[in-house]
């Protein structure tokens, strides 16, 4: 399997891109499985061969880097990649109940694709969004606070093909291939959209500035009475 | 009573608090304004004396680890930011950088300057497609300002950021593993010594560094060493983002001096659910031992929670009420290191495999009477004969959880771990009736 010829000069020049931000061309192969996944939908056999043939690696080598990241994926993947965290803390808080109603809504496991080529359902491990739990990604946007009932209106919504909002995220999910080339470094123009913090990552900030807490002045900025005001926060463990 | 000190997240609330402007609202780049006035050696001294050390988890001194640098020979050195946050449980870096990722990028230009590096890294997590789209584009704002490219300040001095965005594995948070996958290659650790800072990306002299450490170092040259060192203990200096989670009223974020106390903490986050009372938690992650109710009062520093049998690590309080099994917790926690053992060192790749079996006999209520010895017995041979921290993280959950409660491991021997704890009660959205073992 090969790429028309037009595609292939296209991936060919942006590999270059890719190469010239790092010192060792080798370092542009992991962005590069991105950019393929982009143009096909997963790393396909055309993919890996393009990418031996432009680091000078043999497709076994690109093979085994590409097969030891779960983002690579080895068959064509959904419009969507929903993925419910069922580690330890969201599984516990609800993630197994999401899990187990999305799945048999879907009616497809771990890795599998809906037959309209839409979703692809993944367990997925720890997101660092644990103060957010139960917590589902869509193309690696977060979804925060999620339970059984909102996860299927979500999935059947991607299905219908309305546009979706993550709760900490761009304006919209966009389609794999569309995040796929972002995370091979080439921006969308989106990172102005959404919000900067969830109201549980500044539940902290919201309290200190409740109670008048803040950190301690520097000794050049003493003249700061705001600051100045501060309780002394060392412990003498 | 220690109180809270807002220092990273000061403006995590305010309007595109992502955006150079806000930064500039917020005192930005005025710390590196002050750091190129400084001698590099100065900057290091700073953060020697700050006592800063480092977020990720193992808590070293970052200052020191800049200081194991070689002399300069001519060739590049590196900076690499460690933002693969995932841990289960931490969730700091990833808030940090979608609502301010100009904190990142100054400490960058303050540690490059600092070190002689041209060059940083950011290694950031695949699965975080926003904040990836944030820090590209604070870089390129922070470029077009002068404060990055070709001639930094006026300094004449050269510090590029490249943001590389991995592909979904845990293991790259391991350094080494970092290093080989962002040289395009599968992330396995590397056998140290050498350590990184004397062949570390392409065999050249690196630091690696994680988010929050990088990300503290404008506010210590901001305001000076003797302010950073003034909080916290004297050997644990400093505040640091603590992140709560799970049975907790009001999880999230909380920025204090380390050395605060889970009860100061789950104080100000409302307490554990209403009606509930606290069973067991993390103090720093998966991979850190687990603490009960009785370990409440025990200062989060790094000295006074490895006194208590346990580490500091990333202070991922992960919370976790009287309704919850431990038994299942341990399992979901073992099979997620089976699954993200990179397959190098035989006691953890097998290892971590045969212990998922036996804790999912245990969950189902079909344990042997040797069950718990051969935990005990495996999990001895795993911890310290691997390459890297993530065997050793592997069996904390296990050894702990037997040591505080053993007796549920041994009611695994008859009874299914969900009919002694129905999982449907430790859920905190409606989820109806759960049967059993999920998946």
């Known amino acids: 399997m090969t790429y028309p010829a037009v595609v292939e000069a296209r991936l060919r020049a942006e590999a270059a891109e890719i190469i010239a931000r790092y010192p060792v061309a080798r370092s542009a192969l992991l962005p590069m499985l991105h950019l393929i996944q982009s143009e096909d939908g997963y790393v396909s056999p055309g993919g890996i061969a393009l990418c031996a043939d432009i680091f000078g690696l043999t497709t076994a ?23 419910v965290c069922t580690n330890t803390l969201c599984a516990i808080m609800g993630g197994d109940a999401v899990w187990d109603r999305v799945s048999e809504h879907l009616g497809i496991g771990h890795d599998e694709t809906t037959a309209d080529a839409a979703i692809t359902l993944e367990r997925i491990e720890c997101n660092a969004a644990c ?30 093909g309305e546009a979706v909002a993550p709760t900490r995220g761009a304006a919209e999910v966009v389609g794999f291939r569309e995040m796929s080339r972002v995370l091979a470094g080439f921006p969308d123009g989106r990172a102005g959209e959404g919000i900067g913090a969830g109201p549980k990552t500044v539940v902290g900030l919201k309290l200190a500035r409740e109670r008048g807490w803040v950190a301690p002045a520097a000794a050049a900025r003493s003249t700061d009475s705001e600051v100045t005001s501060a309780p002394p926060t060392r412990k003498d463990a | 009573m220690t109180t809270l000190t807002p220092v990273l997240s000061r403006f995590w609330d305010a309007k595109s608090s992502w955006t150079l402007d806000t930064y500039h609202d917020n005192d930005g780049y005025e710390a590196l304004r002050s750091a190129v006035a400084m001698a590099p050696s100065a900057i290091i001294d700073a953060v020697k004396a700050s006592g800063l050390r480092g977020r990720g988890g193992a808590g070293f001194p970052t200052g020191m680890k800049w200081g194991f640098l070689p002399p300069a020979d001519g060739g590049p050195r590196y900076l690499v930011v460690n933002a693969d946050e995932s841990e289960p449980g931490t969730c700091k870096d990833t ?35 926003h904040v990836y789209r944030r820090l590209l584009q604070a870089v390129a704002e922070a470029r077009a300002a002068g404060y990055l490219g070709p001639d930094v300040l006026g300094t004449g001095r050269t510090i590029e950021v490249v943001v590389h965005a991995g592909a979904g594995a845990y293991i790259c948070g391991e350094e080494t593993a970092l290093l080989d996958s962002l040289e395009g290659r599968r992330g396995q650790p590397r056998l140290k010594p050498p350590f990184p800072a004397v062949a570390g990306l ?119 009420d009287e309704t919850t099994s431990v038994v299942r917790a341990v399992l979901r926690w073992t099979e997620f290191y089976a699954h993200e053992s990179c397959g190098k060192c035989t006691p953890c790749r097998e290892g971590t495999y045969w212990m998922k079996q036996v804790l999912r006999r245990i969950e189902a209520g079909q344990g042997t009477a040797e069950d718990i010895d051969t935990l005990v017995d495996t999990c001895d041979n795993i911890l310290g004969r691997s390459f890297c921290a993530l065997a050793d993280g592997a069996v904390s959950p296990i050894t702990s959880a037997i040591r505080y409660f053993r007796e549920e491991f041994e009611a695994g021997m008859h009874t299914p771990a969900w009919d002694l704890f129905p999982y449907h009660r430790s859920a905190v959205v409606p989820v109806g009736e759960l049967a059993g073992a999920s998946a």
């Open chain 1, 61 to 83: 080598e690109v093979s085994a880097v590409a097969t030891f990241y779960t983002q690579y994926k080895r068959h064509p993947n959904g419009r969507y990649t929903v993925g």
């Open chain 1, 131 to 160: 103060d957010y739990a139960p917590v589902v990604m869509v193309n690696w946007e977060f979804f925060d606070d999620q339970s059984p009932e909102s996860a299927v209106e979500l999935v059947d919504r991607l299905r219908a």
């Open chain 2, 95 to 129: 808030p940090l950088m979608l609502a301010s990722p100009h904190l990142l990028i100054e400490g960058i230009a303050i540690t490059c300057y600092a070190i002689g590096a041209e060059r940083a890294f950011v290694y950031l997590r695949g699965e975080e497609l």
């Open chain 2, 202 to 320: 392409y065999a050249r002299p690196t630091v690696v560094n994680n988010v929050e450490s990088i990300a503290s170092v404008p506010s210590i040259i901001a305001n000076g060493a003797d302010w950073f060192a003034g909080m916290g203990t004297p050997k644990s200096t400093g505040y640091g983002i603590f992140s709560l989670s799970g049975h907790v009223t009001r999880p999230g974020q909380y920025e204090a001096p380390l050395g605060i106390t889970l009860r100061e903490l789950l104080d100000m986050a409302g307490g554990v659910r209403a009606g509930h009372e606290l069973k067991f938690w993390t103090p720093g992650g998966s991979s850190t031992p687990i603490f009960t109710a009785e370990h409440l009062d025990i200062g989060l520093d790094f000295e006074s929670v490895a006194t208590a049998g346990s580490l500091l690590g990333t202070r991922a309080l992960q919370i976790f």
